[in-house]
């Protein structure tokens, strides 16, 4: 599951380091900078929000447990 969740985070930041390089170039070949970039942050949401209910039917299925921070340490 840690592999799962490992992978999703890689691609999160992927989408966020695409839009990042499409904001950046310059936008030679028509203005197509614009469209490449909320495409790439529309894939980071879709990644994001697909991460936050895998972890939420996981948490209900029982595979994993929230462990919390120890307290009085």
Do not use: Y
């Not at 909320?38 to 029982?62: D, E, H, K, P």
């Amino acid at each position: 599951m840690k592999f799962v969740f490992l992978i999703a985070f890689i691609g999160i930041l992927g989408a966020l380091a695409a839009a990042g390089f499409f904001m950046l170039r310059s936008g030679q070949k028509g203005d197509k900078r614009g469209a490449n970039m909320a495409r790439a942050l529309t894939v980071r949401i879709a990644v994001s929000v697909a991460l936050f209910a895998l972890i939420l039917l996981c948490w209900a299925m029982g595979w994993i447990e929230p462990k919390g921070v120890p307290m009085g340490r």
